[in-house]
């Protein structure tokens, strides 16, 4: 089997992405994991209008309630995509991109800091979707391998590299016809 090579920039969009797809395989939505200190802050909205509410009138109340429901959505897209900028700040180009290379003797990686080299058995599950691969290693890290980032390689090869290394492999799409 040839090698499969990755040229990826882990930019803000991919650190999102790795994200969505982790919040996929956990059956969550976006902004699951911020759902305990949105609640903190709805509390104390909800006390603050029902104060407010006592002189405003119960039209205030209900139109500031509903307000507070339809914004939910939207704090949490605002709060991860922050929280992926974070992650990015403040690194050149030439410091987000890595090449991942797969073999039958496991993945290797390199980037402007560090080269690493890890073993199939090191990797305890990989979920693959119609962009890419997200895989999981010992340790929990995600390691998220979108397809346009192949510079050698398909995603059937990928596919059938996973399937036959990672014991815990699930295909998260309809296959292709």
């Keep these: 089997?040839?090698?499969?090579?990755?040229?990826?920039?882990?930019?803000?969009?991919?650190?999102l992405t790795r994200q969505r797809r982790h919040q996929a395989v956990q059956g969550k939505?976006?902004?699951a994991a911020i759902r305990p200190w949105i609640a903190c802050v709805l509390l104390a909205l909800l006390f603050s209008i029902q104060v407010a509410a006592r002189s405003w009138g119960l039209a205030a109340f209900s139109g500031s309630m509903l307000?507070?429901?339809?914004?939910?959505?939207?704090l949490g897209r605002m709060l991860e995509r922050k929280q992926a900028r974070r992650a990015v700040l403040g690194k050149s180009e030439a410091d987000l991109t890595a090449t991942i290379e797969l073999d039958q003797a496991g993945l290797r990686g390199r980037d402007a800091q560090a080269e690493v080299s890890f073993g199939w058995p090191y990797f305890t599950k990989a979920r693959s979707f119609e962009d890419g691969v997200l895989l999981y290693d010992a340790d929990q890290h995600m390691r998220w391998l979108?397809?346009?980032?192949?510079?050698?390689?398909?995603?059937?090869?990928?596919?059938?590299?996973?399937?036959e290394k990672v014991a815990d492999f699930v295909l998260m799409h309809r296959p292709k016809r």
Excluded at 1 to 15: C, G, K, N, P, S
Excluded at 146 to 163: C, D, F, N, V
């Design 1 to 15: 089997m040839e090698r499969i090579v990755y040229r990826i920039l882990a930019d803000e969009d991919h650190v």
């Design 29 to 31: 939505s976006t902004g």
């Design 146 to 163: 979108p397809h346009a980032a192949l510079e050698a390689g398909t995603s059937e090869q990928i596919e059938s590299l996973m399937r």
């Design 67 to 74: 307000l507070i429901a339809l914004s939910l959505p939207f």
